[in-house]
């Protein structure tokens, strides 16, 4: 007798367990993912406007909010603060907070290339100009200029701007980091010339290390995994559908930049999707990858330890999903 109710003890404890589990699932999948991508609304962030836009998110089971960042709250700050649980950010970036303290996860990888230049003013060579006075994002993203200016003995002075051109623009400056999707073109709508002699790639110059990717922080992460993975599919099906649909995709990008109120037009916005599409096809396989290049952390790991913008290599294991 005491052994049949040692059996009805155990089945019922393994119910009240799965029950349990049940319930900690359906409130995981209840609860909304906050997204903030890490600048204002522009087709830099395409894909993701798309699978909200499309329901790509609800198709997949879970609810996402869209929350751009402000001056007052940049999107790391948000993401610290649990004002949002998952966020936009570059590779370089997301090693110097896992190396400050805040573990992170990749989610999904959206970028396969680098897009950051020096264009530099008056016709010359960022190279030859030694001491020049540089702008730099002043919310950071110039990691590897910075590293660069090390390594090669440039002794760059770094000016820091906000969010456009003017003061390149204005002649206060003799050369600027810029983004070939963003800042390049706005300086080409200003009538600066471009020429192979005045702009540096740092994707061909031994630089070209991985970009833009979703990152969660790894506590928020270890809680809801199927969450971040139903998240990550979404966004990648928002990314491919604007690949095959870019004008569609502008057409949504559009509603997202003026119920925000952003100063922009249609042109510079079909140039910035073109550009971030291309930068999202890897330069040896061809293809879309959705992928964390484990060389590519390796190469900026170890370039931003050399130039002590990191006090650790931060290894690959880190940042994805199962360590």
């Known amino acids: 007798m005491a052994s049949k109710s040692h059996g009805i003890t155990i089945r019922v404890l393994v119910l009240v367990a799965v029950f349990i589990a049940h319930c900690n699932m359906l409130r995981a999948q209840d609860e909304t993912i906050v997204f903030t991508p890490q600048w204002t609304a522009q087709a830099q962030f395409a894909g993701y406007y798309v699978a909200e836009s499309k329901g790509f998110y609800r198709e997949a089971g879970v609810k996402v909010r869209i929350e751009h960042p402000s001056v007052t709250q940049p999107a790391m700050s948000r993401l610290r603060n649990n004002q949002c649980q998952a966020t936009t950010l570059q590779l370089c970036q997301a090693l110097e907070i896992v190396d400050g303290g805040v ?8 970028s396969m ?13 960022p190279l030859t100009q030694k001491g020049a006075k540089v702008g730099i994002w002043s919310v950071g993203f110039g990691q590897l200029a910075i590293c660069m200016s090390i390594k090669d003995h440039l002794d760059y002075q770094w000016v820091r701007f906000a969010q456009n051109v003017n003061l390149f623009i204005s002649g206060a400056l003799d050369a600027t980091l810029a983004m070939s999707y963003n800042e390049y073109y706005q300086l080409v709508q200003a009538g ?29 992460y270890d809680t809801h995994k199927e969450q971040a993975r139903r998240f990550a599919q979404a966004s990648r099906k928002g990314w491919e559908w604007a690949a095959a649909h870019p004008e569609e995709a502008l057409d949504i990008v559009m509603q997202y930049v003026n119920k925000n109120r952003i100063a922009t037009n249609r042109v510079m916005q079909r140039l910035m999707l073109k550009e971030v599409l291309r930068l999202q096809v890897d330069r040896e396989s061809k293809k879309r990858e959705f992928r964390l290049r484990t060389d590519m952390v390796r190469q900026a790991s170890q370039l931003m330890v050399e130039n002590k913008m990191l006090s650790r290599e931060v290894v690959y294991g880190e940042l994805v999903s199962e360590k």
């Not at 573990?103 to 999904?108: E, G, M, R």
């Not at 471009?194 to 740092?202: E, G, S």
């Open 103 to 110: 573990p992170l996860v990749n989610i999904l990888q959206t």
């Open 113 to 125: 290339n680098n897009a950051m230049v020096i264009v530099s003013a008056r016709g010359k060579n």
């Open 192 to 220: 600066h010339k471009m020429t192979d002699k005045n702009v540096y790639r740092f994707c061909d110059h031994g630089y070209n290390v991985q970009e833009d990717g979703i990152y969660m922080t790894r506590e928020y």
